[in-house]
Nanobody
Framework: QVQLVESGGGLVQAGGSLRLSCAAS????????MGWYRQAPGKQRELVAR?????????DYADPGKGRFTISRDNAKNTVYLQMKSLKPEDTAVYYC?????????????WGQGTQVTVSS
């Protein structure tokens, strides 16, 4: 089992910044990918960014966040961060932390409870 606790969401004006955090606990040694997804009202959940657990810490960004969002991972704290800047109203969504597990007996992935990000114009 892995537990995910998210923090950092809130209300911000367009052009502002927020940093989301997601702390993992439990079987963290089996985590291979940590990432963030978002879901706006009436839309499907979509990838925002993810970071892979390999020597180089490869990252992957969806187009909406490229150049504005930065994902990072602190392996010592089992925490993934999403630094968001130049926020736009269309970034408004519930942001979910996601981890993908390596070969394990349990579920292949876990989701956080979600944190609301609201960007006002």
């Amino acid at each position: 089992q892995v537990q995910l606790v998210e923090s950092g969401g809130g209300l911000v004006q367009a052009g502002g910044s927020l940093r989301l955090s997601c702390a993992a606990s439990g079987r963290t040694s089996s985590i291979k990918v940590m990432g963030w997804y978002r879901q706006a009202p009436g839309k499907q959940r979509e990838l925002v960014a993810r970071v892979f657990d390999n020597g180089g810490g490869r990252t992957d960004y969806a187009d909406p966040g490229k150049g504005r969002f930065t994902i990072s991972r602190d392996n010592a704290k089992n925490t993934v961060y999403l630094q968001m800047k130049s926020l736009k109203p269309e970034d408004t969504a519930v942001y979910y932390c996601n981890v993908v597990m390596g070969p394990t007996m349990g579920p292949p992935a876990y989701w956080g409870q979600g944190t609301q990000v609201t960007v006002s114009s």
